[in-house]
């Protein structure tokens, strides 16, 4: 820090530039508003929805997830503990590097949409149907 504000005396702070958006009436400016709210309440819906399925496998609403989740952390803190870190890293590029590769990319694809489907099929929270009491009314 002390030697590029030494470098940086000469020269004063160059100023962000921010590109002025296009002239718009109001109608157009609450339109835009109104799409930015809603990208963001869907946001954070998702965010909301992946805390609850990760409370629901913490807390092994379906226990057969969790068992997986479980046995999947044992075998990576296995990994780290064997394998050296540089050549995990290794692993780690050559896998991203490789994905989209002709000879990998249908096992990709594959994994992919096994994981999302299974991440589909986690609830997000316990439902619990209660029948409406005739008695009472009675």
């Known amino acids: 820090m002390l030697w590029y504000g030494h470098i940086k005396k000469e020269r004063p702070v160059e100023a962000f530039k921010i590109t002025i958006p296009p002239n718009e009436n109001a109608a157009e400016q609450l339109l835009t508003l109104q799409e930015a709210t809603t990208q963001v309440e869907s946001l954070i819906q998702a965010g909301n929805i992946t805390l609850l399925k990760v409370r629901a496998l913490l807390f092994a609403a379906l226990p057969q997830a969790t068992d997986g989740i479980a046995f999947l952390l044992v075998f990576v803190s296995v990994l780290l503990a ?4 540089r050549h995990l890293t290794l692993l780690v590029f050559l896998e991203s590097f490789t994905r989209e590769m002709p000879l990998r990319k249908a096992s ?5 949409r096994r994981i999302r489907e299974w991440w589909v099929r986690i609830p997000a929270a316990p439902v619990l149907l209660i029948k409406a009491d005739d008695k009472k009314r009675k």
């Not at 064997?82 to 870190?85: D, K």
């Not at 990709?108 to 992919?112: G, I, K, V, Y």
Request: no cysteine.
């Open 82 to 85: 064997i394998v050296p870190l």
């Open 108 to 112: 990709s694809d594959r994994w992919l």
